[in-house]
């Protein structure tokens, strides 16, 4: 691992930051060679993994789809909140509402990416698309397996997402009847390992989820690299015959519970990967529809799915296990994020014509404002209600679908229009002062419905965790983006590291959603702690719209 790139020790790091909290299910990779790669779906003996000291070995029968009731049904407050474990009724993200009138996920395929998934599972098998199964450097005839007791994750995210209903047995994932694809991108931890899980089988693939990130609770920028970026990009605009996929990712379990401290609070803005244009970034609210103590704000956030409320108590998410097992214990954004995606898939069932711009927005405009007496809650120039913890707020998918049903494609990245702009103002970053700077967005910029915003931001600072940077709109009015709070840095030990450097960072937001483009943006960068001062020395705005 000392040859390759940052970002690839970052995805290495990920490994061991799957986005679960508070012991709500985590783990490791399976280890592995290359990163060659396996797409065998359908073992023919007995599999034992081909990795050294792997405790778990699978038997050559593959279930079949029984019939009946899933017994854990109701266990699963996720799908139907009717207050069978407490909290608020209706606090769920309507799946079952939407499946008698929209179906279930079938004609879609949705991708997990993730560590070790036991695809030999009864309650995912009946779901796994054959020959599109994968896990780097794999020997012949080896699924994406769990190499131990240890390799959980992938397993439980799969199941939240696309464990099959109506078989007798188990769960109910938010899309049952989609066709899964198991990739273990996670397995070696190299960033073209990551960049092959996301492109893989794009031209039949309509929604990647990924459970994973940057590492939580430390304050610090994460940069994501250039070939993840491209893999993104690449897929929004040439998957599904250009219509494009969607790439759901978890906003981050970095916030600061009561229990822990000293605590650096994150804020998904942070995370590189998220701040990646064409990413829908998913949030988690607990079983009263209320942010939990992970929480982290952002304004990439666009909707959010259920979790738990990262406290000993309130329940948490009811999904399968490995050794063809069940848990009632999984948690963090690593289980909204899946919730998010089957939705999604509902969504593309509803109108397969979709693009991935369209979901997107029908995600965000479909969304449930949950826990509507908080203050946070604004509402933008377009009209569009935002807050920074829940972005456009919890996914409904019943009124997705709906909506879905009767949608005017917007059009896929061939049609996306940009505006780009960029500004030096070389400002001195006095202690405990605010200095701004303004961008005039001209009539020539034609763009009437803004959908990202990127701003890109360089600073030299002794130390970039005492800036706090905030987009501002006034004409027209629209409540200001906080992309980083001032913080001190630390390391899981608690010792002050550095923060990371401003060094052309891009910072993405949602929040403008639907406004024009036209009018004054202004960034205003404070100095909030006494000590050190610096330069502010550029920034950019592009706008991504129609």
Request: charged share 15%; glycine share 14%; net charge negative.
């Amino acid at each position: 691992m000392n040859s390759v790139s940052p970002y690839a020790r970052a995805i290495a790091i990920a490994i061991l930051g799957l986005l679960a909290a508070c012991g709500g299910g985590g783990g490791g990779g399976s280890g592995g060679g290359g990163s060659s790669g396996d797409d065998d779906g359908n073992p023919g003996g007995p599999v034992q993994l081909a990795q050294q000291n792997c405790s778990f070995s699978y038997a050559p029968q593959k279930p079949s789809a029984g019939t009946g009731a899933d017994p854990l049904l109701s266990r699963q407050w996720h799908l139907r909140n009717e207050g069978q474990s407490g909290g608020r009724v209706g606090e769920d993200v309507r799946a079952i509402a939407a499946w008698s009138s929209s179906g279930k996920g079938e004609g879609v395929r949705l991708a997990i990416v993730d560590d070790a998934i036991e695809t030999l599972h009864e309650d995912l098998f009946p779901n796994l698309a054959a020959f599109r199964n994968y896990r780097p450097g794999a020997a012949p005839d080896t699924h994406p397996l769990p190499c131990g007791p240890d390799d959980t994750h992938g397993t439980a995210v799969a199941g939240i997402a696309a464990a099959r209903d109506g078989n007798g047995v188990g769960v109910a994932g938010v899309a049952p009847r989609v066709a899964l694809a198991a990739y273990n991108a996670l397995a070696v931890g190299l960033e073209s390992d990551v960049a092959d899980a996301l492109r893989r089988g794009a031209d039949v693939t309509g929604v990647y989820s990924n459970s994973w990130g940057s590492p939580d609770g430390t304050g610090a920028l994460n940069a994501s690299g250039a070939t993840f970026r491209n893999a993104i990009l690449d897929g929004v605009a040439l998957a599904r015959g250009g219509r494009g996929a969607v790439y759901v990712f978890p906003a981050g379990n970095g916030g600061c519970p009561p229990s822990v401290a000293p605590c650096s609070p994150d804020n998904s803005n942070y995370d590189g990967y998220v701040n990646t244009r064409g990413i829908v970034t998913a949030c988690a609210v607990d079983v009263d529809g209320q942010a939990p103590s992970y929480a982290e704000p952002g304004a990439n956030i666009l909707v959010c799915g259920m979790s738990d409320p990262g406290t000993s108590s309130g329940p948490r998410i009811t999904t399968t296990g490995v050794q063809n097992s069940y848990r009632f214990d999984f948690s963090g954004t690593s289980a909204s994020t899946p919730m998010v995606s089957g939705v999604a898939a509902l969504v593309l069932q509803a109108n397969p014509s979709l693009t991935w711009r369209d979901v997107r927005l029908i995600l965000a405009r479909s969304a449930r404002r949950n826990d509507s007496g908080d203050p946070g809650w604004q509402a933008n120039a377009a009209g569009l209600r935002v807050h920074p913890y829940y972005g456009f707020g919890v996914v409904d998918a019943e009124a997705a679908t709906a909506l879905a049903r009767s949608w005017s494609s917007v059009g896929g990245s061939g049609s996306l229009r940009s505006c780009s702009y960029a500004r030096s103002p070389n400002l001195t970053l006095h202690d405990a002062t605010t200095v701004s700077d303004a961008i005039q967005v001209p009539a020539d910029c034609t763009i009437g419905n803004i959908e990202f915003v990127e701003i890109g931001f360089s600073a030299t600072h002794a130390y970039s965790g005492d800036l706090r940077v905030e987009l501002l709109r006034s004409d027209p009015a629209s409540p200001p983006a906080v992309l980083a709070d001032s913080r001190t840095c630390r390391n899981d030990s608690g010792t002050q590291i550095s923060c990371g450097s401003y060094d052309n960072w891009v910072f993405g937001s949602v929040r403008n959603l639907d406004e024009p483009a036209q009018g004054k943006w202004t960034l205003a960068v404070s100095d909030t702690v006494a000590g050190n001062e610096g330069t502010w020395t550029a920034w950019s705005l592009t706008i991504w719209g129609r």
